[in-house]
């Protein structure tokens, strides 16, 4: 790369970082190689934030994430991690359907075991 097109990606950096061109040709390679690196990290963390909502909307009504998954997969409904998340957080009554189905589908959701109920926890002093 040129002396321009490196001081322009290296605009906003610290120190000579920003118009050395030496420290700012390692410092632009470097933040172009975690750029790569979390671009495909992004699409991780979200699959795992969308897996956490589902499994909270699920433990709700009693059945785990795994068993949800499994009973859609046998029902053959195909909806996507971020659909089903979306779901779980906006439309609480479509997804209480969507679990009523994967838990007549799948034999492992037929025990409905609702989460106990927490008690009000009043310190004494």
């Known amino acids: 790369m040129n002396k321009d097109k490196i001081f322009k990606l290296a605009k906003g950096f610290r120190g000579r970082a920003k118009n050395c ?6 410092r632009v390679e470097k933040a172009l ?16 934030l969308w897996i ?3 499994n909270a909307g699920t433990r709700l009504h009693g059945v785990n ?3 949800f998954m499994h009973g ?12 089903l998340s979306e779901l779980s957080m906006h439309e609480p009554y ?3 359907a969507l679990v009523d189905t994967s ?9 409905a075991v609702l989460p106990p109920k927490k008690e ?6």
């Open 103 to 111: 838990r007549n589908a799948f034999p492992g959701n037929k025990k």
């Open 21 to 26: 061109i030496r420290i700012a040709r390692e």
């Open 94 to 96: 479509s997804f209480k």
């Open 65 to 67: 994430y795994g068993n």
């Open 72 to 83: 859609l997969m046998k029902e053959n409904i195909q909806l996507n991690r971020k659909v």
């Open 52 to 54: 956490e909502r589902i």
């Open 33 to 48: 190689q975690y750029s790569y690196r979390d671009r495909r990290n992004k699409k991780r963390d979200m699959r795992s």
């Open 120 to 125: 009000d926890l009043s310190i004494v002093l």
